[in-house]
């Protein structure tokens, strides 16, 4: 199994709400990843997690949180946004300290995100 | 982790070879050369690698110039299911190494 499960697939929130995207991988990586890209751009890197601890953040707003209960499930918690927040939020996930890996990254179909 | 260069845009017929080129200039000793590729509203897959050999892979070759500064990516019989951007990335291969996306190039394929 290859596959980067996201949910939902669509979403529409006001500026007010809380949500959570959630992306899910079964293939035993120990690296995952959240990326936003924006129409026509190419993605960019927010959060990075290794053994379920939080090893990069691209200086991203406090109204996007991230979370990792468990080596499988990357959670993003959303609050207070603002419509420049609008993207696709994609979920990645990589192998970690395995010799002779190409590490190469197994990217979910991402959540098309709308704030109102 | 090193700047790449490559065209907007390309286009390929299809049955012919796509041959995108990639510059990247500062490269490093311990940097790797990746080429990911992005069709249409899915997430950005993976297709090849590699350090300074030239490297083929079901879906592609990667030839890679004996300097390293530049690279480019063979698809060797274009679909139509080939029409994406592809992204060329340089990076070392961290433990959990993040990926820099530069602009990529927008390959249609046409019949």
């Known amino acids: 199994d290859t596959e980067v499960t996201q949910t939902p697939k669509h979403l529409v929130m006001g500026m007010t709400n809380k949500k959570s995207l959630k992306c899910e991988q079964h293939?035993?990586?120990?690296?995952m990843y959240w990326y936003k890209q924006k129409a026509k751009k190419p993605p960019e890197l927010m959060f990075v997690y290794s053994y379920e601890k939080l090893s990069i953040n691209e200086s991203v707003p406090s109204r996007f949180s991230p979370e990792c209960p468990n080596s499988s499930l990357l959670n993003l918690h959303l609050h207070a946004l603002q419509p420049e927040d609008s993207a696709l939020y994609l979920c990645a996930s990589s192998q970690v300290n395995r010799p002779k890996s190409s590490y190469e990254q197994y990217f979910g179909p991402g959540t098309r995100l709308t704030v109102t | 982790d090193a700047k790449t260069t490559q065209p907007p845009s390309m286009d390929c017929a299809e049955g012919r070879a796509a041959n995108l080129p990639c510059n990247h200039s500062t490269i490093s000793g311990n940097e790797y050369v990746y080429w990911y590729r992005q069709i249409h509203s899915q997430g950005p897959q993976y297709i090849i690698h590699g350090l300074k050999n030239n490297e083929t892979n079901e879906m592609a070759s990667l030839i890679i110039t004996e300097d390293r500064k530049s690279s480019t990516l063979i698809l060797p019989h274009a679909t139509l299911r080939d029409t994406a951007v592809y992204y060329c990335?340089?990076?070392?291969?961290?433990?959990?190494?993040?990926?820099?996306f530069g602009q990529g190039t927008e390959l249609s394929v046409k019949p």
């Open positions: 293939m035993g990586h120990r690296a």
């Open positions: 990335i340089v990076r070392v291969l961290l433990l959990s190494g993040k990926l820099i």
